[in-house]
């Protein structure tokens, strides 16, 4: 169980285009989701929180026009990288939780996007 | 500030041998801790987690960490690595701050030599 899929795995795209990266929970309805970023033999760094139905919370200095997020059902998130660019490239990572808030809650996490800005 | 330390980034066993990874947080409050694992371009695993009752938790593939409130640690042991057991681990913390975020540490490379 809590199983939770992104799509797509792999994306490469141009610069100045927008991709936008699918976050499910499979079998559980995940109350919230969160959105990390990884760079290359580094740790998580978490963007933004999500909630269902509202809007997301961004970690201080995680450009919001930017990194679009939105948590439109209990199973489903989608980030969308708005004019990416080459800097952009990195493996995004989500995961997702049953309850809103609540600590030492397990967070159940996604098997990454890795995104190639050319 | 509220930190998660791995010591020592790279972790080299032979097989079969006992794998040790260190987690120490700063925090005077207990956090929930945690164990991931990841493996290469893969999301993270869940391995075990402490959030209240017994200190010395146990979770998949044979890991165990014990909670030790007075070292404010939260250390991941196995008697016996396997070469499957090559991966990255991630040691992280809530409720630090009365927040449920994570805060993960830098992450501890197991290599597991044959």
């Known amino acids: 169980g809590a199983v939770v899929s992104q799509h797509p795995s792999r994306v490469i795209c141009k610069s100045g285009t927008s991709v936008k990266i699918e976050c499910r929970s499979l079998d559980f309805q995940a109350t919230t989701m969160f959105w990390y970023r990884q760079f290359p033999k580094q740790s998580l760094m978490l963007m933004a929180t999500s909630n269902e139905g509202s809007k997301a919370t961004y970690e201080q200095g995680v450009e919001k026009d930017k990194f679009l997020i939105n948590h439109a059902s209990l199973t489903l998130s989608t980030l969308t990288v708005t004019s990416a660019h080459p800097e952009d490239s990195s493996f995004y990572i989500c995961?997702?939780?049953?309850?809103?808030?609540?600590?030492?809650?397990?967070?159940?996490f996604g098997p990454g996007t890795r995104l190639l800005v050319l | 500030a509220q930190s998660v330390t791995q010591l020592g980034s790279h972790v080299s066993v032979s097989e079969g041998a006992l794998v040790l990874l260190r987690c120490n947080y700063s925090?005077?409050?207990?956090?929930?801790l945690f164990w991931y694992v990841q493996y290469p371009n893969q999301g993270l695993q869940l391995l075990l987690k402490y959030t209240t009752g017994a200190t010395l938790v146990k979770g998949i593939n044979g890991f165990e960490a014990e909670f030790k409130k007075s070292e404010t640690s939260f250390h991941l042991t196995k008697p016996s690595a396997h070469m499957s057991d090559a991966a990255e681990y991630f040691c992280?913390?809530?409720?630090?701050?009365?927040?449920?975020?994570?805060?993960f540490g830098t992450g501890t490379r197991l290599k597991v030599l044959a």
């Open positions: 995961s997702a939780s049953f309850l809103a808030g609540a600590q030492g809650e397990t967070q159940y």
């Open positions: 925090s005077s409050v207990p956090p929930y």
């Open positions: 992280a913390v809530s409720g630090i701050s009365g927040t449920y975020k994570y805060i």
